[in-house]
């Protein structure tokens, strides 16, 4: 089972730039989110998604959109890219039933020049 | 505001004990998780309170007070694997997770 997958691993991006990071699970969990980390803070949550067709935002939101088409992808996208973007985003899943644990994929290291 | 307060560095010897410690500030609760990350790898699930008192898993085990808003995390026989960063996670009232910083670990032979 491959879980959570991400692309690209990582990317450097000229200001200006748009970018989507792509992001897909296949435990069929209803809830997916967007987090970015970076150095000395903890994950920030940038947009979630508690089911398909629906989205809402997270702590840090501005710069970023994203949308949730069927249950097993949810793309994030940069739409004019400033270097505050670059970080490590991480993408994650869980059920609503239970423990509401939350599986990660990999990430994305992004580079904004 | 929503606070999650834990040291940003710890160091160990190989075969010890640890405790790392975590306190909370949040609009509502709806349990506590632990993540283990290794560097520049992501997060993976260690442990979840939401009831008072102690859950042990081999050799780890997470304590939980939500009068004091107060968790610790519990490494016993430490490896060198063990090096890592711990991260302390509050579910909220509209079931989002509040990251600390997270917590890094380093274990010396």
């Known amino acids: 089972t491959a879980g959570i997958t991400q692309a690209p691993t990582s990317q450097i991006l000229a200001a200006g730039r748009s970018m989507t990071l792509r992001c897909t699970q296949d435990?069929?969990?209803?809830?997916m989110y967007w987090y970015r980390q970076d150095l000395g803070l903890g994950l920030r949550l940038i947009h979630y998604?508690?089911?398909?067709?629906?989205?809402g935002k997270g702590e840090v939101p501005d710069g970023y959109s994203v949308s949730r088409a069927n249950t097993d992808d949810f793309p994030l996208t940069l739409a004019s890219a400033v270097p505050s973007q670059t970080s490590v985003y991480f993408c994650?899943?869980?059920?609503?039933?239970?423990?509401?644990?939350?599986?990660f994929g990999p990430g994305t290291r992004l580079t904004v020049l | 505001g929503q606070n999650i307060d834990q040291p940003t560095e710890m160091t160990a010897t190989e075969g010890a004990i640890v405790q790392i410690n975590c306190t909370y500030q949040t609009s509502g609760f709806n349990g506590l998780f632990w993540y283990q990350q290794h560097a520049g790898e992501a997060p993976t699930f260690l442990s979840y309170n939401v009831l008072d008192g102690l859950e042990e898993k081999g050799r780890f085990s997470s304590f939980l007070s939500r009068s004091k808003g107060y968790s610790y995390l519990l490494l016993k026989e430490l490896q060198m694997k063990d090096s890592a960063s711990y991260l302390c996670a509050v579910m909220d009232s509209n079931y989002q997770l509040i990251w600390g910083a997270g917590t890094k670990l380093i274990i010396k032979p």
């Open positions: 435990m069929r969990h209803n809830a």
């Open positions: 994650a899943s869980s059920d609503t039933t239970g423990v509401y644990e939350q599986f």
């Open positions: 998604s508690n089911t398909a067709g629906t989205t």
